[in-house]
């Protein structure tokens, strides 16, 4: 899979709100009202990235989850990256 120029990460990010380009992943930060909702939607996104086989490098500290994208085999991030933030968002606002 093709790796993204900055350009097309910055272009790409217009449509992914609270999602961020640092250290070589796009990244979002989600809070929830306890550790039992943050577990179940993290339960709910491995599903979808099983799926897509793409999988995401994340951080959960009680109610908090932070989530970074990127594609390793490209060392950067690819459209690959984009489809699963999508596929995190809509499960998120579901």
């Known amino acids: 899979m093709e790796r993204l120029n900055e350009t097309e990460i910055k272009e790409a990010l217009r449509i992914l709100p609270d999602w961020s ?9 989600f809070n929830f009202k306890n550790f039992k909702q ?7 996104v491995a599903f979808e990235c099983e799926l897509q086989g ?6 959960n500290v ?3 989850l932070t989530i970074r994208l990127n594609t390793h085999d490209a060392q950067g991030i690819t459209k690959k ?14």
């Open 21 to 29: 380009y640092e250290e070589g992943s796009i990244t979002k930060i």
């Open 38 to 44: 943050t577990f179940a939607f993290m339960t709910r």
């Open 54 to 59: 793409h999988h995401p490098d994340w951080e």
């Open 62 to 64: 009680y109610n908090r």
């Open 81 to 94: 990256d984009f489809d699963l933030a999508h596929t995190i968002e809509n499960l998120f606002n579901s």
